[in-house]
C-alpha cells in the first residue's frame, strides 16, 4: 500500500478514534488566536509558525485542541507535508490533545514549522485546529498564511565571496612566509 495512502487510513482512523473516546466534552465556544506571525530562519530554509492562543467556555469546562490540519502549496502545486522534501513539524508546542482551561491564555509561542524550503520560492497555506466532541469535529481556529523564502540579493552574494577570496589568499600568502 503506498506510503500516502496509508497515511490518509491512519488519519482517519485516528479521527474516528478520538470521536467515540471525546463524545462526552463540552465544545468550546471560541479559541482565539493572537500575536500571529511567520518567522523566515533564512540560514536552515525553516518557517515558524507562531502564535498565543486563548480558550473561552460556556460551561467552564476544559478546551481540547484534538488535531492540527495544515495545508501547503507552491504557487499552484500542493506539497506533501508528509512526503517531502518540503516537511511539517507540528513537534514544537502540540502534544494533541492539548487542554485548554476556560479563560487559559498560552503566550505567543512556536505552533509549527515547516522545514525545506526553497530559495525563491512563494508558498501560501492555512492550518486549522480541531476538536472533537459530542457534536462531531468542530473547527476552532482556521488561518491562511503565506511565506515568501527569497533568494540572497546577487550583490550579497559577490561580497561574500570577495570577502572569502582575499581571506583564502591572504591565509596562503602568510602561509608561504612560514614555509
Not at 488566536?33 to 509558525?49: H, P, R
Not at 460551561?59 to 512526503?83: H, K, R
Not at 515547516?114 to 520560492?121: D, K, Q
Not at 523564502?149 to 602568510?174: N, Y
Amino acid at each position: 500500500m503506498p506510503k500516502r495512502a496509508l497515511n490518509c487510513l491512519v488519519r482517519a482512523t485516528m479521527v474516528v478514534a478520538l470521536t467515540i473516546v471525546c463524545a462526552d466534552r463540552a465544545s468550546a465556544d471560541s479559541i482565539v488566536l493572537s500575536d500571529f506571525q511567520v518567522q523566515l530562519d533564512m540560514d536552515n530554509m525553516i518557517a515558524s509558525i507562531i502564535g498565543g492562543l486563548e480558550a473561552h467556555s460556556s460551561t467552564g469546562d476544559p478546551v481540547f485542541l484534538d488535531s492540527l490540519g495544515v495545508s501547503l502549496s507552491e504557487g499552484s502545486t500542493p506539497l506533501d507535508l508528509f512526503a517531502g522534501p518540503t516537511l511539517l513539524d507540528d513537534l514544537p508546542f502540540f502534544s494533541l490533545p492539548y487542554p485548554l482551561a476556560d479563560g487559559e491564555i498560552v503566550p505567543a509561542s512556536t505552533l509549527f514549522r515547516i522545514t525545506g524550503l526553497n530559495p525563491g520560492s512563494v508558498y501560501s497555506g492555512s492550518f486549522s485546529f480541531f476538536e472533537f466532541g459530542a457534536d462531531g469535529v468542530q473547527t476552532l481556529i482556521s488561518r491562511d498564511f503565506e511565506i515568501a523564502a527569497p533568494v540572497p540579493e546577487p550583490a550579497t552574494l559577490v561580497l561574500t565571496g570577495t570577502g572569502l577570496a582575499f581571506a583564502f589568499a591572504r591565509r596562503r600568502r602568510a602561509a608561504r612566509r612560514v614555509s
